[in-house]
Every structure is written in structure tokens, then in C-alpha cells.
């Protein structure tokens, strides 16, 4: 499918905790820790809270730790006696440094593995240089909004751009942030190990071309992803491109078609058209914009699309794409998604690929273990321990981040990655995915977490509650107004029978900040009812999210029981509503005659203990 793989479908049960075992192992903690969810933590800018002294003595106290794992082996060779590490980690992107420093806290001996860089995908190639150039293209759209300037009182002159300036502010960006995450590993201990890892057997791995193995009682795979490029289409690097290559920036094309619509083909039409390209969108689906929730999908259509220098084709694959060539010009080939009859040729500068991301995980030696992918993705359960091609888990062996396609972020890949390192330190540990927000960096930005409105109301119907919908204008806000961006909406999809948050969904200034608090309520349990109590600065954009819980209405559960009782009933025999709807009012006829009743006996019982209290009376006055 060649729009922008969106998230995946998770499973609709929403754990009430992530700790769902209290471990009975020494030196398991004895309260919930406090997981960091961000994909770079603060180690990464040169902050430690803990020294290497303290890692030292930590790890002594971990060295006699005994722990036991359940599961069979494949039987693929032996394991070591002896281990070099406690925890090697083979791919130090975001994910696999989440858990690196994690383990360090926890006291484990820690190794990485990277045949690449340090920093993976997001810092090198995605998230980091990414923001460099989405914060470019909201400068720009902000100097060259005349009408906006004009209503804040400010005159500005034309505003240009250096193309090259822009390209090193990314790459300087992605270079630092690199530099960071490797200093923070090395200060804390952490061994980085270079060249490929290869799984040899269980708890063994080669590291690069020589013939050095390495063993470590547990082990994570953090290997990432790579741009997912369909076939036909042939790639340059130059005038046909991946995301990888536009982050170079090295030509801002007149025309550029960019094949999907998701979250990193909405990016890239904002930066190529602050900078002057035109853009044509070419989308599989049937509508721009899939995995978003559809009503925040047709505002940001309205608002980031329609405006701008912006066209779309939507029901069409891109069947063949030719780079440029000999003075001829990027030849693209649509046909029918359905039909797959031709639709369609476009002749355009450049085209970018942004179908979504595949998994790295060829060569990893996963055979040596007996484990099978599945179309490329390493299968885990919801601990991440690997599964082995006979569905057995594989003992001391885990898959986090884009390699097990759960949720394709790098900070649910640190999370994940923290949460297995809380398994092999004692305590067992799920992770909440549907807590886990996204967000993508246009202007304005948009942000999710947990349940679109349709994925919802399916999980209700399969469930047997009601969900209420809230929703809150940024036009509304006093913050927003002074920036003179009311342009926004943000959503509440809750249960108003218990005041539970099944999701909430954003767009507007600022939106990639705001969803935390919703994300935080999400994955602590808090309930609408405790929200409405929560205070907010005022003036502030968090009071989007305040009048928002503070305009879901709750329900009492009989009202909600007696709803979903009709509506079953009347669901169950379709041919039978008008039967029923005289049954209903004849129950209603029978409630209110009942009730006459009962006030009738009230009165009665009433008159008698008057008449009973005035003989009294009439009594005790003749005793005088």
C-alpha cells in the first residue's frame, strides 16, 4: 500500500497499570518507577544522575542477581556459563539508548552494538533534521503572512532563504545530538561496541566482521527501520527520493509530487512549500491524511492543504516512477488503486517517497534461533520477548521499536526499551501503547493519542458502552487569540458512564505540547471527573485541554445501562422496533400507574398518622 503506513491497530483493552505483577526477586523495587517516555532523555545533553562511581557499585550489587525466565529454548547450540554483559543491545538509535541508560540506572553491565551510527534513524536520518527544517518553513510561513504580520503591527520586508544555510542547520542539529547521546553513553559506562551484530545462538552475538562474540544474559534487538520504497519505483537520490535524502536538502525542486499522505509526506509539503516548491500529493486511500481521526483530518485538509500550493490525486498507486534523466523530467505512471487500469502519467521536478518505513532486521542471524519474520517484522508478545517460529517465546531475547512494528515512534521505541529493562531487573512490566501520543510538526501541528472516534465506537458496540464526544475551539483561548492563531480544534473521545479517556486528538498552536497531559491521564488512569478538578495557568494554550475535560458531561450508569439495553434489544430484532416501541410504552403506562399508586397509599398512611397525632393531642390537653 503506498500511503504512509499510519499506527497500527492495537489492541482495544487499556490496562488500568503497567506494573501488573508485583515481583517477589531481591532488589525489586518495591513502588512504581517513574518511566520516562521521552525519546531523548536528559543524559543526552550532558545531564547524569548517576555518576560512574555510582554506576560501579551499582553493578557489583547487581553481579550476584539471580533471575529465572520461563520459556523454552529452540534448541539452537547452548548458552554461556559466564557472561560479558548483563544486557547487550544490538542498535543504538533513540530506542535501544533509552534502555541502555535505563539498565545503567538499574545497575546492569551494559554493551551496544552499532554497524552504523550512533543515534539511528531519528537523530541522523528523521525526527532530529526533520524539526531543523520544519522549524525553517514556520519562520518563513510566519515572515511571509503579510495579513498576519499586519494584524500584530508589524512591517517586515521580503523574506528569503540560503538553501545550504538551511541544509547545515539540520545536519549541524543531527551532529550535535549524536555527539550528545554518545558522550552520555560513554560518561555513564556504557560500552559501545562497533560494527554488525549477529545473533549466533542464545545469548551470543558477533559483533562486526571479525570473530568476535560477545554474550550478555539479555539481550534487545533495536535495529529500527528504513525507508519502504514500492515496487516500480526506481530511486537516485537526486531527482527521485526517500526521506533520508530530502533531509539533505540538497535542491528545493519548482514541482514535487510526494507519493503518501501520512505523517512524513504532511512534513515535507510543509517545508518544500514555505520554501516555493508546488506539491502534488498521490494517496492510495481513498482520502488524504489516513490514521489520523477523520474530523481533525478534514480541518487540517482545510487548513494545511487547501490554501496552499497544493494539488492531490487520491485512489491512485504510483505503478512506475523514472528519475530524470537526459533533460527529460521525473515520469510518474498512476493507475487505479482499485481496478489498477491507468489513470494517470505526471511529469513533475522530483518525487519523494514517503510510504512509510520498513524493518531492519535482515542479517541479524535469526535464523540461528529459529525465529521467522513476519513481512519483515520481528514477533514479540506484549513483554517484546521474541517469539521463535513454533510460538515459543526465546528465552533472554527481546525486540523493541520499529523492528517489531507495535508502534513505529522513537519514543514508544524508549519506552519499550525501559519497560524490558524493568522485566530483567524484577519486575514485570506491560506497556500502555494507547498512551503512547504522536504527533506530526506541520503549522499548526497535529496530535493524537489513544482511539480515533471510529476505532471507539467499534470498540463500544463489541463491548457494550456509549461514548461521548467533547470538543473544545482554540478561537476560544486567550493565548491562542494573542498569537493571533485561533485556528484549532481539540477532541475528547470518553466513556460517560465511568469517565474513562478512550482518546484525544489535536490540531492547532502547539498541539505536539499539549497532548501530554491527555497521554499522562491516559496511561495513570485518571478519569475525566479528576480532570474537571485540575488547575490550569491562565492565560495559557493548556486551557485548551482544561475546557475541554471541563465540557464532557457525564452520564449515571443506569441511564447508560438502560440506553444500551433498548439499543440491544431493538439491534437483536431489527423486524420487531415497532412491537417493541408499543411494549416500551406500555411498561412506561404500567411505571406511572405504579407510582400514582404508591402516592395514593403515601397520602393515606399520612392522613391516619394526623389523625392518630391530633386524638393524642386532643387527649393529653383534657388530662389538664
Same mark, same amino acid.
Given at each position: ?85 548483563? %544486557?547487550?543491545?544490538?542498535? &543504538? #538509535?533513540?530506542?535501544?539508548? !533509552?534502555? +541502555?541508560? /535505563? =539498565?545503567?540506572?538499574?545497575?546492569? $553491565? ?43 503591527? %508589524?512591517?517586515?520586508?521580503? &523574506? #528569503?532563504?540560503?538553501?545550504? !544555510?538551511? +541544509?547545515? /542547520? =539540520?545536519?549541524?542539529?543531527?551532529? $550535535? ?54 515496487? !516500480? ?392
Amino acid at each position: 500500500m503506498q500511503a504512509s503506513l499510519s499506527l497500527p491497530t492495537l489492541s482495544p483493552t487499556i490496562p488500568r497499570s503497567n506494573y501488573v505483577v508485583q515481583s517477589t526477586l531481591p532488589l525489586a523495587p518495591s513502588k512504581p518507577i517513574n518511566l520516562r517516555f521521552c525519546g531523548l532523555r536528559r543524559e543526552a545533553f550532558g545531564f547524569s544522575s548517576l555518576g560512574q562511581s555510582d554506576s560501579h557499585r551499582v553493578r557489583l550489587a547487581a553481579a550476584s542477581r539471580s533471575k529465572k525466565v520461563s520459556a523454552a529454548l529452540s534448541g539452537n547450540g547452548s548458552a554461556p556459563k559466564s557472561f560479558d554483559y548483563d %544486557l547487550l543491545i544490538i542498535g &543504538a #538509535g533513540v530506542g535501544g539508548h !533509552g534502555a +541502555a541508560l /535505563h =539498565a545503567v540506572e538499574k545497575g546492569l $553491565k551494559t554493551a551496544i552494538v552499532e554497524g552504523d551510527v550512533v543515534g539511528g534513524t531519528c537523530v541522523n536520518r528523521g525526527c532530529v533534521p526533520s524539526k531543523a527544517l520544519l522549524a525553517v518553513s514556520g519562520r518563513m510561513r510566519e515572515l511571509q503572512n503579510e495579513h498576519h504580520l499586519k494584524a500584530l503591527g %508589524l512591517q517586515v520586508s521580503a &523574506a #528569503g532563504y540560503d538553501r545550504q !544555510g538551511v +541544509a547545515d /542547520h =539540520a545536519n549541524n542539529l543531527a551532529s $550535535k545530538i549524536r555527539s550528545s547521546l554518545t558522550n552520555s553513553m560513554k560518561s555513564l559506562g556504557v560500552d559501545i561496541l562497533t560494527g554488525f551484530g549477529t545473533i549466533l545462538g542464545p545469548q551470543k552475538v558477533k559483533v562486526g566482521a571479525s570473530d568476535k562474540v560477545v554474550t550478555a544474559k539479555n539481550i534487545i534487538i533495536a535495529t529500527g527501520s528504513v525507508p519502504f520504497v514500492p515496487k !516500480g519505483i526506481e530511486v537516485d537520490g537526486k531527482t527521485v527520493i526517500t526521506s533520508d535524502h530530502a533531509l539533505k536538502l540538497e535542491s528545493v525542486p519548482d514541482w514535487i509530487a510526494i507519493v503518501g499522505s501520512g505523517y512524513i509526506g504532511l512534513e515535507f509539503s510543509d517545508v518544500y512549500t514555505a520554501l516555493g516548491s508546488e506539491v502534488t500529493f498521490i494517496e492510495a486511500l481513498d482520502q488524504l491524511m489516513p490514521g489520523f481521526d477523520p474530523e481533525i483530518g478534514k480541518l487540517a485538509q482545510r487548513v494545511l492543504i487547501n490554501p496552499r500550493r497544493i494539488d492531490y490525486q487520491t485512489g491512485v498507486f504510483a505503478s512506475k516512477i523514472t528519475p530524470a534523466k537526459d533533460g527529460k523530467p521525473v515520469i510518474i505512471e498512476l493507475i487505479d488503486a482499485k481496478t489498477k487500469e491507468p489513470r494517470d502519467t505526471l511529469e513533475v521536478d522530483a518525487a519523494l517517497i514517503a510510504t512509510g518505513r520498513a524493518p531492519f532486521t535482515h542479517g541479524l542471524g535469526l535464523e540461528n534461533i529459529d525465529v521467522a519474520t513476519q513481512r519483515g517484522f520481528i514477533p514479540v508478545d506484549e513483554r517484546m520477548r521474541v517469539i521463535d517460529a513454533n510460538g515459543k517465546l526465546v528465552p533472554h531475547l527481546f525486540c523493541i521499536g520499529d523492528a517489531n512494528g507495535k508502534m513505529m515512534l522513537a519514543h514508544a521505541a524508549s519506552a519499550q526499551g525501559i519497560s524490558v529493562v524493568e522485566q530483567v531487573t524484577g519486575r514485570d512490566h506491560v506497556l500502555n501503547h494507547l498512551s503512547i501520543p504522536a504527533a506530526c510538526f506541520t503549522h499548526p501541528e497535529i496530535s493524537m493519542v489513544g482511539l480515533t472516534e471510529p476505532q471507539a465506537r467499534e470498540m463500544a458496540k463489541k463491548e457494550g458502552f456509549e461514548v461521548n464526544i467533547a470538543k473544545t475551539s482554540f478561537k476560544a483561548n486567550t493565548k491562542a487569540l494573542a498569537e493571533n492563531e485561533g485556528e484549532g480544534l481539540a477532541k475528547l473521545i470518553y466513556r460517560p458512564d465511568n469517565g474513562e479517556i478512550l482518546g484525544v486528538h489535536i490540531f492547532g498552536l502547539h498541539a505536539a505540547d499539549l497532548i501530554h497531559e491527555a497521554s499522562n491521564a491516559i496511561a495513570l488512569g485518571t478519569r475525566i471527573q479528576d480532570l474537571k478538578l485540575a488547575v490550569h495557568a491562565h492565560p495559557t494554550l493548556s486551557e485548551v485541554l482544561d475546557e475541554l475535560f471541563k465540557s464532557a458531561k457525564e452520564v449515571s450508569k443506569s441511564q447508560i445501562t438502560w440506553k444500551i439495553t433498548r439499543k440491544d434489544r431493538r439491534d437483536q430484532h431489527p423486524e420487531k422496533r415497532g412491537d417493541l416501541w408499543e411494549s416500551t410504552v406500555v411498561e412506561i403506562r404500567s411505571f406511572v400507574k405504579g407510582l400514582e399508586e404508591i402516592l395514593i397509599c403515601l397520602m393515606v398512611i399520612t392522613w391516619r398518622l394526623y389523625e392518630l397525632i391530633a386524638i393524642n393531642i386532643g387527649n393529653l390537653f383534657k388530662g389538664f
